[in-house]
C-alpha cells in the first residue's frame, strides 16, 4: 500500500489560487490512480479531480471544472492540484488518493475505490 502525504494548503482569497502536492512513497507510483477528494464541516466527501496512470485521462468534479487542474510527476513521484478562481464554498481539508485499479471516468469519483489516503491539507478561502 502507497503512502502518501499531502501540502501547500493555506489561506487564500476569493479569487485566488493555490497549489497543493501530494507526495507518494514508493516505487510503483506509476501505477495508481490518483485523485483528490475534498470534506467540509457536515458534508460528504466529494470528488474533486482524478488522472489515470499514464497522465493523459483526467476527469473532474462538476464544482471545480474549469478552475482546477490535476497532475503528476512519475520523477517526483508527486501529483498536483493547481486551484484557481477560488470561492469561498472551496474551503474544506483535501485529501489525496491512490489505488492501483484501471482508470474509469465512470468511478473514479467514488471515493470507496481507493485504497490509500493521505492525512489531508486545510484549504481555507475568505477575505
Known amino acids: 500500500q502507497v503512502q502518501l502525504a499531502e501540502s501547500g494548503g493555506g489561506l487564500a482569497q476569493p479569487g485566488g489560487s493555490l497549489r497543493l502536492s501530494c507526495v507518494a512513497s514508493?516505487?510503483?507510483?506509476?501505477?495508481?490512480?490518483l485523485a483528490w477528494f475534498r470534506q467540509s464541516p457536515g458534508k460528504e466527501r466529494e470528488f474533486v479531480a482524478a488522472i489515470a496512470q499514464n497522465g493523459r485521462l483526467t476527469s473532474y468534479g462538476d464544482s471545480v471544472k474549469g478552475r482546477f487542474t490535476i497532475s503528476r510527476d512519475s520523477g517526483k513521484n508527486t501529483v498536483y492540484l493547481q486551484m484557481s478562481g477560488l470561492k469561498p464554498e472551496d474551503t474544506a481539508v483535501y485529501y489525496c488518493?491512490?489505488?492501483?485499479?484501471?482508470?474509469?471516468?465512470?468511478?473514479?469519483?467514488?471515493?470507496?475505490?481507493?485504497?490509500?489516503w493521505g492525512q489531508g491539507t486545510l484549504v481555507t478561502v475568505s477575505e
Open positions: 488518493a491512490a489505488d492501483s485499479a484501471a482508470f474509469f471516468v465512470r468511478d473514479v469519483g467514488d471515493a470507496n475505490k481507493y485504497r490509500s
Open positions: 514508493g516505487s510503483a507510483f506509476s501505477t495508481y490512480r
